[in-house]
DNA sequence: CTAAGCATACTTGTATACAACTATGCAGAG
DNA sequence: CTCTGCATAGTTGTATACAAGTATGCTTAG
């Protein structure tokens, strides 16, 4: 029992629903969603259901047609780019914020959190389940609710990504030195420091990302 | 007419206009909008507001009430800085990546709109747009579509805060300068001086923002 | 055989009716 | 007098029926 109820009305469920099987690709790229059909699989009528579409259209995880009639977008493998260089922009800002705010005790936190990543850099998963908590923690401490949100937003899109964008050892091995870098140097204090390094982090998994693409691609074609 | 039709559905007006009521703060932030009186206002059924209204939740135009219910958001100023920090970190990514790709024609652009802005520094409304204008040209310069989004939706709610953050004509002398400065060093080919002239730029705006809201704010008190 | 036009089926957009839920005020017990 | 419980009015959430628009395939003229 949460202390705030958190509505759970029938079209918040759809949304949840329809957001999983976009992210997970269920819902294939391109793919057509027809709202009689996907109601009566979810068993609910078209208006909740729409409400639910109609979230996913603001969010850029569904598109409307010009004629009328949503898709799921298509995957395009340049906007992998663009997405990781604003989650730099805005980890970056955030590395910035937290390293001005952080006490001791979220300076033991994050260190704490560094040394579960370590045990855990051999699987990948793991891996980036905890270099995500280390962010998530570091965006708590910078305190910019906005920045937050749209970091979200942005972790969400990139999540339809992540087949394309499997890690390496050496590449897990990289982020954890860049990680506990980046610890150190909000440790010192130093926001500049840390903003670059944030910065410059985000932006190596780009560089990362893009060339296990069109690595794949290269190999493929 | 556009050469894409685009939809005009009843929802798609409702939402325009309830857009316009609450950047121009029509609609007062803490207001409640109660869907069958908006509706009838507005000469259109419960279906197509409630779609719109929607969207604006999304967009953090509108807030869901735990308890259901829907008001317009009241407005926090410490949330101005915040957004002041967003806008400048995705700008300075803007600044970085138009850097990288302007090409002679896109200068030429960016110091036409330079010397418009010179042209009207003392009248502040122009000015701004102008302002805007050269930003909005390097957005588009930059070609990064994400970071033009979450710009736009961070200068929406902005413009909620603009009675507060009214210019000083000697803060707009300064912009202009930081504006000169700021496409000399993109003319340069300097990425990293431009993004930090951008960014600086924007929390320059930030501080004296917030100056002027705690000038206000002491001396109303 | 090709292509234009039309009829038809289907999809989305809107209105309205109904159900579930929330809040407010009053009555009565403590 | 205060607080609990309930009745009632009003609001939001959902379902369904209807209207408007879109695409598809057939028919027919060239």
Redesign the interface.
């Given at each position: 029992m949460p202390a705030?109820?958190?509505?759970n009305t029938g079209a918040h469920v759809v949304y949840a629903e329809l957001k999983r099987r976009i992210l997970s690709l269920e819902l294939k790229p391109g793919e057509r969603i027809y709202e009689p059909a996907m109601a009566t699989e979810l068993q609910v009528s078209r208006?909740p259901l729409?409400?639910a579409i109609?979230?996913l259209?603001?969010?850029?995880l569904l598109e409307?047609q010009?004629t009328?009639g949503v898709v799921v977008p298509v995957l395009d493998e340049a906007?992998i780019s663009?997405?990781y260089?604003?989650r730099?922009?805005?980890e970056?800002?955030m590395a910035r914020?937290a390293c001005l705010k952080a006490t001791p005790a979220d300076l033991d936190e994050l260190r704490g959190i560094l040394a579960r990543n370590a045990a855990l850099v051999e699987f990948a998963d793991d891996a980036m389940k905890q270099g995500m908590a280390l962010h998530a923690r570091i965006a708590l401490i910078a305190g910019?609710?906005?920045?937050g949100?749209?970091h979200d937003?942005?972790s969400s899109?990139m999540e339809r990504y992540r087949h394309y964008t499997n890690s390496t050892q050496r590449r897990r091995d990289q982020a954890l030195a860049q990680h506990r870098a980046l610890v150190e140097a909000i440790a010192a204090g130093d926001p500049e420091q840390a903003a670059n390094m944030a910065f410059d982090h985000v932006m190596g998994a780009r560089d990362a990302a893009v060339r296990a693409i069109s690595g794949k691609n290269g190999a493929a074609s």
């Open positions: 705030i109820p958190a509505r208006t729409r409400e109609r979230r259209i603001s969010e850029n409307q010009p009328g906007e663009e997405l260089e604003v730099a922009a805005v970056s800002l914020n910019n609710s906005w920045a949100r749209f937003q942005v899109q």
